[in-house]
């Protein structure tokens, strides 16, 4: 709670006014950021043409290419890691999910999708996104954004 306070130039006082403890901050921050991932994602998708072009659209939105959406990476990356502990956030999550799963669904239209269909092709394409991603801001890897949107591309056969 201090390191936040620190960073959001506020007094840990002021934290604890609107949060009871690290637990909730976190998972209030994760709705937060989620709808407005959920928002920008949806808005870049809205007017593409079903197919490749729509898909690349929501990758690209999705990608962590700016501090907003590095920001929403990062609370994403420790909502998963605690969520082990809290079924709370885990019931959040899951909340936060479904939305999104139909934002890639949508995206999905017009791709030839033809995977292995005993898991929903979303939940396919949010865990290759979900770990390439990861590898990507936390490894420091040689591996690129446009690598990512390409492997992903490919993967869900979206070529229009």
């Keep these: 709670m201090r390191l936040v306070a620190e960073n959001a130039e506020v007094s840990t006082g002021m934290l604890n006014h609107y949060f009871s403890n690290r637990a909730e901050m976190l998972l209030e921050t994760l709705v937060f950021v989620s709808k407005g991932m959920h928002a920008r994602c949806s808005a870049a998708i809205a ?10 659209a929501l990758l690209r939105a999705a990608l962590p290419t700016d501090r907003q959406t590095n920001v929403a990476w990062r609370v994403w990356i420790a909502a998963y890691g605690e969520a082990v ?7 959040t999550i899951e909340s936060r999910l479904e939305p999104w799963y139909e ?12 995977v292995n ?37 490919a993967y869900v056969g979206a070529k229009d």
């Design 103 to 114: 934002i890639i669904g949508y995206a999905l239209e017009g791709t030839d999708g033809s």
């Design 47 to 56: 007017e593409v043409p079903a197919g490749e072009q729509r898909f690349r």
């Design 117 to 153: 269909p005993s898991v929903p092709l979303t939940w396919q394409v949010d865990a290759l996104l979900n770990g390439l991603a990861i590898q990507w801001l936390t490894a420091k890897t040689d591996l690129q954004l446009d690598q990512i949107e390409e492997t992903i591309v």
């Design 85 to 91: 502990r809290s079924d709370e956030l885990r019931i």
